[in-house]
C-alpha cells in the first residue's frame, strides 16, 4: 500500500478532514498533509509519525509505516503494560523510601551533644530537611539542610 493510500486510510478511520488532520499534528498550513495525499511526498519525514503518535496514541506505526498489523491498536499494548508495570515497581520503591526517610529522620531527630532537631515541614525540597539551632541565647532558627549531608550518607 503506498503512503498516500495508507494516511487517506487513516484520515477516514479517524473521521475528519485533511485540514483537521493537518491542524491536530500542529500544522500551521496542512500542506505537508495534501502533499503526501497526491503523492508528491513519497517518504514522509519520522517528524510526522512522531506527531501522529502524539496527536492519536492509538495509531498504530507498525502499519502506518509498514502497512501491517492494525490500523489502531489496544490502548494497553505490550509496550504500555510493559511500562505501566514499571511505574508501578517505581511507585512501590518511592513508597520503601519514603518509609526508610521517615524511619531515619525518627532516628536522627535528635543529636547528641549538639542543640539542633531534624523535623520534617512542607515548604522544604524532597532532598532537604529542616533543622531547628539554639544558640547561647535559646534563639532559634530554621535551615534547610540536605538530607544526605545531615545523615553523613554518601
Not at 489496544?74 to 504500555?80: A, T
Not at 529522620?105 to 525540597?125: D, Y
Amino acid at each position: 500500500m503506498k503512503e498516500q493510500e495508507k494516511f487517506q486510510k487513516l484520515i477516514d478511520a479517524l473521521g475528519i478532514t485533511v485540514y483537521q488532520f493537518g491542524k491536530d499534528l500542529g500544522f500551521a498550513r496542512v500542506e505537508p498533509i495534501y502533499k503526501i495525499l497526491r503523492g508528491e511526498t513519497k517518504d514522509p519525514s519520522s517528524s510526522i509519525y512522531g506527531k501522529i503518535k502524539r496527536a492519536y496514541p492509538n495509531v498504530n506505526l507498525e502499519w502506518l509505516v509498514t502497512g501491517e498489523g492494525p490500523l489502531f491498536i489496544d490502548p494497553l499494548n505490550s509496550v504500555d503494560a510493559e511500562l505501566l508495570k514499571k511505574v508501578d515497581q517505581l511507585q512501590s520503591e518511592y513508597k520503601v523510601l519514603e518509609r526508610m526517610y521517615e524511619r531515619a529522620i525518627r532516628e536522627k531527630a535528635l543529636l547528641p551533644g549538639k542543640n539542633k532537631v531534624a523535623i520534617s515541614s512542607p515548604g522544604f525540597t524532597n532532598d532537604q530537611m529542616p533543622i531547628i539551632s539554639i544558640d547561647g541565647k535559646r534563639r532559634f532558627r530554621l535551615t534547610p539542610v540536605s538530607v544526605l549531608k545531615y545523615m553523613n550518607v554518601r
